[in-house]
């Protein structure tokens, strides 16, 4: 069974591993829709498999961080990508979702100028230092 928690944040950023004449240089924004999926069995007495609130709650510190900023200043991501974003995020919700390692994933869905990046991230590839790999990708426009 698989629930999930969509949230927003509007941001601004630029990115800075392209080459200068290359839009996604420029400053930019976004608006960001992100998906927090949780899998695992339903639990006896609750018939949940977690609570949403506890989703929001472990969130919220993460979301009021990443809304209205310059992406590009927030300490870790110099080089806000939205494989960098989905990366960031999962490092700091992945202690806050009391959810066994196997069965917790983060999947964000980041619409831009109508093309969607999507990466299902389950806990063992990041923080084992691996990677994300998404499923397409995009470039910013």
């Not at 924004?29 to 998906?35: L, N, Y």
């Not at 949403?52 to 961080?65: E, L, V």
């Amino acid at each position: 069974m698989e629930i999930f928690k969509e949230f927003t944040i509007e941001a601004a950023h630029r990115l800075t591993n392209v080459p200068d004449d290359h839009k996604c240089a420029r400053l930019h924004g976004h608006s960001f829709r992100i998906e927090i999926y949780v899998r695992g069995p339903i639990s006896d007495p609750a018939g949940w498999i977690m609570d949403f609130s506890d989703i929001k709650s472990a969130f919220g510190p993460i979301h009021d961080q990443l809304d209205h900023p310059f992406l590009n200043e927030v300490d870790g991501l110099t080089n806000p990508t939205s494989e960098n974003l989905c990366k960031w995020i999962w490092a700091r919700l992945r202690p806050k979702v009391p959810c066994s390692r196997e069965s917790l994933f983060e999947k964000h869905v980041l619409p831009v100028a109508g093309q969607m990046l999507t990466s299902a991230v389950p806990i063992s590839t990041l923080s084992d230092g691996g990677s994300i790999t998404p499923a397409s990708r995009r470039c910013c426009g």
